[in-house]
């Protein structure tokens, strides 16, 4: 018999609200929740959070938590010592959600509360960015803006007191992601004249903690949910799906600091504290995360649903293992043969059976995913080796094909930015209308075309040919040249 899931039929562990998490979506609640749940479980942290929607506006997701009473299971699935390995968990660690601009009373609690250690954020790869903000108002509309006036308020509740400080760790696939975010925090304190003592508080009593995320997470299973429900037990909305493997690499000035307060570590968990994780990023980002950006556009146009269904189509799977192994392998800096093997490793994960991982929902802000994933190997390509990085610009290519008015697809993404490509659409001037998507739009923070000359032809050459041929024939022509 399916149960209801909530604090009636499952026995709660309260926990003092340490950790106020910006973003409620499966990636957290599968990976860092996750994790979390099980270093209280194990007695080496004491550390309940608090999550909220990141843009401060209504979500299905804050509703559903409610009425589950913040409970929901974490249902993982793979291949493990070439056995099929399945584990489930009822992820308990979550104390409260709710949505700011509905409760702003109580998100001040929140923030300015004696317990609170820790900020976690995944505001995707679109919210760590610098734009014209309010900071000193109820809710300024960007994620910098908001830690910005997050901070100001609590260092003045506290009067400046340096041990009132708070660890901010981010997950955004973004290169040095807290890095950046410390660095916005303080342009906008400049900008709104908050004053020295703040900026120097800023510095002296916070840490920013840059973070690489790896674990695959599509999400909820449709398709199998009530099979799932049944074998949990409970009518659970929020069930997230992921693959078994995880890593969390968290670095940067105070990580030691951090490492001491939140030693998920000694849980067994695979998390690792280091002063960079640079060298960490590099591989991951650009092999598993370029790949999968970089392919998405591509596949969705020959039908397929899934990153198994790419896999499984010979000139998918030729074209991504071909871009690794010739354009992003050869521009990261470490030894050819451990990359290679940590390639092999990461690109296998991609035929596991029990992940349904759908390309539709990788498409998510595709745009900026594609500018933080695969555009630094374009430029590597080009500033290291000389060369223009060719299979890098098909998948651009396709990327705007993809965004363009005749595919039929609606992405998830910028409204504007889409807009922008679908107004300015132009067959009759291809390499023009790439210039002005790159160059003039507003859409990318760096300009491509300045960067890597070269760049906008050779996109401009791919997207012809998928426009007047067609995706598979494009991407055969473009197999048969290399």
């Not at 400080?165 to 410390?182: F, M, P, Q, S, V």
Request: a negative charge; hydrophobic letters at 40%; charged letters at 30%.
């Amino acid at each position: 018999m399916i149960k209801p899931l909530n604090s009636t039929t499952v026995d709660v562990v309260k926990h003092p609200v340490k950790v106020l998490q910006f973003g409620e979506g499966n990636f957290l609640r599968a990976f860092v929740d996750w994790q979390l749940d099980i270093a209280n479980e194990k007695g080496v942290i004491d550390a309940g959070v608090a999550v909220i929607e990141p843009r401060f506006s209504d979500s299905f997701v804050i509703d559903t938590l409610n009425k589950q009473d913040n409970l929901y299971h974490v249902y993982l699935e793979g291949i493990e010592d070439g056995k099929p390995k399945k584990e489930t968990r009822l992820v308990k660690v979550i104390q409260e959600s709710f949505s700011p601009g509905k409760d702003p009373k109580h998100y001040e609690e929140v923030i300015l509360s004696p317990e609170l250690e820790f900020i976690i954020s995944n505001t995707t790869e679109a919210g760590i960015r610098m734009e014209e903000d309010d900071v000193l108002s109820d809710a300024p509309k960007t994620y910098p803006g908001k830690m910005t006036n997050l901070l100001y308020r609590r260092f003045k509740h506290y009067n400046g007191d340096k041990e009132k400080g708070l660890n901010i760790i981010c997950c955004e696939l973004i290169e040095d992601n807290a890095t950046t975010l410390h660095k916005y925090v303080l342009e906008h304190a400049e900008k709104a004249n908050l004053g020295k003592d703040f900026i120097d508080w800023v510095e002296e009593a916070c840490t920013f903690s840059d973070s690489l995320v790896d674990r695959i997470v599509p999400g909820f299973p449709h398709d199998t949910i009530n099979e799932i429900k049944e074998e949990l037990g409970f009518d659970d909305n929020l069930v997230v799906k992921g693959e078994l493997y995880h890593l969390w690499a968290i670095g940067g000035k105070g990580y030691e600091k951090v490492r001491k307060l939140l030693p998920l570590d000694k849980a067994g968990l695979h998390v690792l504290f280091m002063p960079s994780i640079k060298s960490f990023r590099d591989k991951k980002v650009r092999i598993l995360n370029g790949s999968h950006t970089g392919m998405v556009p591509v596949a969705l146009q020959m039908g397929c649903e899934t990153v198994m269904d790419a896999f499984n189509t010979p000139e998918i799977n030729k074209f991504v293992n071909d871009m690794v192994a010739k354009e992003v392998l050869p521009m990261i800096d470490e030894d050819p043969k451990e990359l290679q093997e940590f390639a092999a490793g990461i690109l296998e994960r991609f035929y596991n059976p029990y992940i349904k991982h759908m390309l539709k929902s990788i498409s998510l802000n595709s745009l900026s995913k594609w500018e933080a994933r695969n555009f630094d190997t374009v430029k590597d390509n080009w500033e290291k080796a000389g060369k223009i990085a060719d299979y890098e610009c098909f998948t651009f290519a396709a990327l705007l094909a993809l965004y363009g008015p005749k595919s039929g697809f609606e992405p998830d993404d910028n409204q504007e930015h889409i807009a922008y490509i679908r107004n300015n659409w132009d067959e009759n001037d291809v390499e023009g209308m790439v210039k002005k998507i790159v160059s003039e739009s507003g859409i990318f923070v760096r300009d491509f075309a300045a960067i890597v000359p070269g760049f906008v032809a050779k996109v401009a050459e791919y997207l012809k040919e998928i426009n007047t041929e067609g995706m598979e024939k494009a991407l055969k022509n473009f197999l048969s040249k290399h």
